[in-house]
């Protein structure tokens, strides 16, 4: 059974590693036997994550790359990182991304939609032509959607333009790079990161009323360790026959 789940001697890049869902994707990858390529624009907040993952003293490794992922020379020197420190590459999650900007479409400052879509979408874009070129057989990407990519939120328009791209992307990107990569999506529901706390301004205390409100069956909010646990199905050996897949985890139907 644990061969299912094993990930030991496989190189896994995260972006947006820093904190929330990204801390807890590279940390669950290492506990699963891989060493982890920590990418943020934060080099404060990646060594956190390297060092967590670094003293729990398992057979993996983590390392650092500062990485702005709208650039794609950025995602480039990321993926030769990997490379040049581990000499291979066999798992990419595209993590980093979101919108701290609510606005109607029509009153949305351009500069906004372009930021955007670069982080959010053209990311993806700049981690395919990064990382394909260095996957191996058996390799996987995993991105990280919203459900904002299939339901209307209004005001963040210009957010679920993007999810709903980076989800077309995945599908193509299935039947482009299969057999040998595997590509699935994951959309998430409210999992409440200090990112989204900051977007939506809410605080500990709103989220209470906010679970109410939803109803949801699973009884309680995410968290980023759920959407880890995702990952490392998607990417491990349990899941070889899933792919090109956007996956709803939301804690309801």
């Known amino acids: 059974m644990q061969e299912l789940f094993d990930l030991t001697g496989k190189t896994a890049v995260v972006t947006g590693a820093g904190r929330g869902i990204g801390e807890g994707i590279a940390t669950l990858l ?25 003293d729990a003293k398992n057979q993996s490794r983590a390392i650092t790359q500062p ?3 709208s650039s794609r020379d950025a995602m480039m020197a990321l993926a030769q990182r990997a490379i040049d420190e581990f000499g291979r590459l066999d798992i990419w999650v595209n993590n980093a991304g979101g919108s701290l900007v609510s606005a109607p479409l029509a009153e949305l400052d351009t500069a906004e939609w372009d930021k955007t ?11 395919v032509q990064a990382a394909v070129p260095h996957l191996g057989e058996g390799s996987a990407m995993v991105n990280i959607s919203s459900l904002a990519g299939l339901e209307p939120f209004p005001g963040s328009a210009h957010y679920s333009a993007a999810k709903a791209g ?7 990107l299935s039947m482009e ?14 999992v409440p990161t200090d990112t989204v706390k900051k977007a939506l301004n809410m605080s500990d205390e709103d989220f209470g009323p906010l679970l109410e409100q939803l109803q949801l069956p699973a009884g ?10 995702l990952v490392l199905y998607l990417v491990a050996p349990a899941s070889e026959w899933i792919t090109g897949q956007c996956i709803a985890m939301s804690g309801k139907p």
Request: charged share 15%; with cysteine; proline share 4%.
């Open 30 to 54: 290492a506990e699963a036997g891989a060493n982890v390529v920590c990418a943020a624009r934060s080099a404060d907040q990646i060594e956190h994550t390297a060092k967590t993952i670094n």
């Open 67 to 69: 990485t702005d992922v």
């Open 117 to 127: 879509l670069a982080v959010n979408l053209s990311s993806v874009f700049y981690s």
């Open 166 to 172: 980076v989800n077309m992307m995945t599908k193509t």
């Open 177 to 190: 790079l299969g057999p040998k990569t595997r590509v699935n999506a994951i959309m998430p529901g409210f």
């Open 220 to 229: 309680r909010l995410g968290t980023p360790r759920d959407i880890a646990g």
